[in-house]
């Protein structure tokens, strides 16, 4: 399961590192994986100051079994797979080679496969954020965040569909929607599912389907009021309403000082303040990762 | 932007047609409050001018769906229209479940005639003297209990029926009737403000009467 949301800094490290400690705490055999080349620090939220292997190590195929990739952290059941680089100049991984990495660990022998993702709507990141239908969008109650999330769930959807869409046309007509000032006046899904029906009908179920497996999930970060917790079912709202994206709010995360204080800990704050008010917010969150999907029907399954 | 005209009530206001009036009200608040002017989750969504578009979209969508005959109807409108337009196969396949509702129920009748019928026998006009009886026969006409008022509002079916029956010496103190009123008001579709206002002063003076005769007689 992904965990992504488009701008740098809403602390999507901060809860993938803390989600997947809360499941791993909870008995559950995680795996979590930095995917950010350009930006690793999972392994420092998790306490693993110098990882011995890393992804980079897969890029540069000096490593081809990623099994081999997992550290152990000192939280039990949760082992990770860090990005942390031996020099900067080292490559970003080809398209083929990405997907090879996540058909490897959907290979893992674990419950549970959080991915860290970089900030941005960058391919790469979008693919990643493609490898599951639910991924984790986190968003902090600061217009910035709002606007970045909206635009990397609205550039997912895009990509989804074009990787879905089978003719030449329609795969144009969609990377045309993608921008929003296109000429054809196509500004929401539903203008582009009328166009696509009329260019080619076949496509037009193709594209339903499509838009509703995509249902990524919604967490709130550095909650300081009922106003911000509430942001995140305004978010989902409009998500459906306006981008036809089926988006459901999975909870918050107060703002807390103590995220600063575990950090220079080095260690993930449900693990080193079990008791605390965000290692609380962060179990509800788990939670509802673990239980079946309330809003419309779909197939149930995490990575 | 999806076109508003498209969206069917339910779809405005976010809820399963299943939906019961606690869920309706819900979903208006949380919807007037992402549509707000100063929203957070709204920001970057919205063209400019639209927010208030929006807002009387869901005003619409709220007033047919918080009167329980008025939505009677217009889900007899929405089923004929379902209806209309289900031959047609590929309309068919995306007209099921919720997101994609929206397409098999495409320009539904301006569901505006629902709601100026309604303004039409309820004349709900700036100078309108909201009393005890106004209120309640406005409730009776929109076909809504006193209990599922207070099941929504949370407040207290005995003061409820006090405000109708206007016993304002078994009323609470000003403050709480006046909020009482506000969640009655929105209850029933009408405006909370305007009948709070035009309920109190009725209660204001009646109380101050009330007063005066306590004075005197001890005087």
């Known amino acids: ?303 | 932007m999806k076109p508003l005209g498209e969206q069917d009530h339910y779809e405005a206001l976010d809820v399963p047609r299943s939906a019961t009036r606690e869920e309706i009200e819900r979903a208006y608040h949380l919807a007037r409050v992402t549509y707000a002017d100063d929203s957070l989750a709204g920001y970057s969504v919205f063209q400019e001018g639209e927010a208030p578009l929006l807002r009387d979209r869901l005003e619409l969508a709220y007033r047919t769906l918080a009167d329980a005959d008025a939505r009677r109807a217009y889900d007899l409108e929405l089923e004929q229209e379902t209806r209309r337009s289900a031959p047609e196969p590929e309309i068919e396949r995306v007209a099921a479940p919720v997101v994609s509702e929206s397409f098999g129920v495409a320009m539904l009748p301006p569901p505006q005639v629902l709601a100026k019928d309604l303004r039409d026998e309820d004349p709900d006009e700036d100078d309108t003297e909201y009393d005890g009886q106004r209120l309640q026969r406005v409730r009776v006409r929109r076909g809504i209990e006193i209990d599922e008022i207070a099941g929504v509002t949370k407040v207290n079916p005995t003061y409820l029926r006090f405000i109708e029956e206007e016993r304002f010496d078994d009323l609470p103190a000003a403050v709480y009737v006046r909020g009482f009123l506000k969640c009655y008001a929105r209850c029933i579709g009408l405006d909370p403000d305007r009948v709070a206002q035009s309920y109190m002063r009725r209660y204001d003076e009646r109380s101050s009467k009330r007063k005066r005769g306590l004075f005197s007689r001890r005087g």
Do not use: W
């Open chain 1, 1 to 303: 399961m992904p965990v992504g949301g488009g701008k740098g800094g809403v602390g999507k490290t901060f809860v993938a590192a803390n989600l997947a400690a809360t499941l791993a705490r909870g008995g559950y055999r995680v795996v979590a994986v930095d995917v950010d080349l350009e930006g690793a620090n999972l392994h420092t939220a998790l306490g693993v100051q110098r990882p011995r292997r890393s992804l980079a190590d897969y890029v540069a195929e000096r490593e081809e079994d990623v099994p081999k990739l997992l550290e152990e952290t000192p939280i039990e059941n949760l082992h990770l797979v860090a990005a942390t680089r031996p020099n900067l100049g080292s490559p970003q991984p080809s398209h083929a080679r990405r997907i090879e990495f996540v058909r490897a660990l959907r290979q893992l022998d674990a419950d549970f496969v959080l991915l860290d993702l970089g900030a941005g709507t960058d391919r790469a990141v979008l693919d990643y954020f493609m490898v599951c239908d639910e991924g984790i969008v986190v968003i902090t109650p600061e217009p910035t965040s709002v606007e970045n999330a909206y635009g990397f769930m609205r550039a997912a959807f895009y990509r989804r569909l074009r990787l879905a869409m089978v003719s030449e046309d329609v795969r144009k007509l969609v990377a045309l929607a993608m921008d929003e000032r296109n000429e054809r006046g196509i500004r929401t899904p539903y203008d582009l599912l009328r166009e696509i029906e009329q260019l080619a009908p076949a496509e037009g179920g193709r594209f339903d389907r499509i838009m509703r497996s995509f249902r990524p999930r919604i967490v709130v970060n550095g909650a300081r009021s009922a106003e911000d917790i509430r942001l995140g079912f305004s978010v989902s709202s409009v998500c459906r309403r306006h981008f036809a994206i089926d988006a459901e709010y999975m909870g918050y995360v107060n703002h807390t000082d103590d995220a600063r204080r575990s950090l220079r800990a080095l260690r993930p704050l449900v693990d080193a303040h079990p008791r605390s008010d965000a290692a609380v917010y962060f179990a509800r969150i788990a939670r509802k990762l673990l239980e079946p999907r309330s809003r419309s029907a779909g197939v149930e399954g995490s990575v």
